[in-house]
């Protein structure tokens, strides 16, 4: 695959298949004997390979924080292509899963823009927002203690 063709993409799982429709690019079939988890909303491309899903206005994706998260500076880089694809597609915000912590990092697709920084460090152009300008969301099912003492309010 060229580099030209290694541009993210956005497409749609078409009828269980087996088939992903990219958007003004051939198709790329895949095959598995695992069953493949039901997809909703659309798929994100970079090259073949789904990175992330757009539904509900949220691009998701998941990453390994250790592996994935900059290090210096802090924070997470998304590939731009592939971010212009998930806006194409009509997110407005990017949520980005640590599977490790269970940490969701929140930013929106304009915070990002207004506020990220270009670079390539041999993956291909990205865009990266410094860590202390990701919302982030506990775990699912976690819990926060409440604080001992209430304030109190008095009239």
């Known amino acids: 695959m060229s580099t030209n063709e ?53 691009f998701t994706k998941t990453a390994r924080g250790s592996r994935h998260m900059l290090r210096s500076p802090r924070g997470w880089a998304l590939d731009l292509q592939s971010l212009r694809d998930a806006e194409g597609a009509g997110a407005v915000t990017v949520e980005i899963v640590d599977v490790e912590s269970g940490i969701t990092y929140s930013a929106p697709c304009s915070r990002i823009h207004l506020l990220g920084f270009h670079l390539n460090r041999g993956h291909g152009e990205q865009i990266a927002l410094l860590l202390r300008y990701w919302q982030q969301l506990p775990p699912a099912g976690s819990y926060q203690q409440a604080a001992l003492f209430a304030p109190t309010v008095t009239a």
């Open 6 to 58: 290694s541009a993210a993409l956005v497409g749609k799982h078409q009828d269980g298949g087996g088939t992903w429709t990219r958007r003004g690019a051939e198709s790329v079939s895949y095959c598995s004997t695992e069953p493949r988890p039901m997809q909703t909303g659309s798929p994100v491309f970079v090259g073949a390979v789904v990175v992330g899903n757009v539904s509900g206005g949220v």
